[in-house]
Nanobody
Framework: VQLQASGGGLVQPGGSLRLSCEAP????????VGWFRQAPGKKREHISC???????WYADSVNGRFTISRDSAKNAVDLQMNSLRPEDTAVYYC???????????????????WGQGTQVTVSS
């Protein structure tokens, strides 16, 4: 499954961005989909996911600011990021796996499919 992440960019603190994860040729509703991020010099961090039954999970670092949702019409999963902070600066990766049936924390080894990453920079 080829995942395509898009929507990254440069935004000022307090601003918003919307990331999108698509999988041409595959029906994403059959997969749990998540987002990881990795900042320079830091470990890769699982920040959100939505399961095959649409239960969602957020890391404490983004809870209340980020929202993950499925867009069936686009066959995509979006991550709406509001109230962005400089510490949100990272490369964001979308991931997918058909075994993710509950929204929860999963480490990187539990996801079979990874997108190429999109850069998010929060800076004034």
């Amino acid at each position: 499954v080829q995942l395509q992440a898009s929507g990254g960019g440069l935004v000022q603190p307090g601003g918003s961005l919307r990331l999108s994860c698509e999988a041409p040729g595959h029906v994403l509703s059959f997969y749990g989909v998540g987002w990881f991020r990795q900042a320079p010099g830091k470990k890769r961090e699982h920040i959100s996911c939505v399961s095959t039954n649409s239960s969602s999970w957020y890391a404490d670092s983004v809870n209340g600011r980020f929202t993950i949702s499925r867009d069936s019409a686009k066959n995509a999963v979006d991550l709406q990021m509001n109230s962005l902070r400089p510490e949100d600066t990272a490369v964001y990766y979308c991931v997918a796996d058909p075994r993710i049936i509950v929204g929860s924390y999963y480490d990187s080894s539990q996801w079979d499919y990874w997108g190429q990453g999109t850069q998010v920079t929060v800076s004034s």
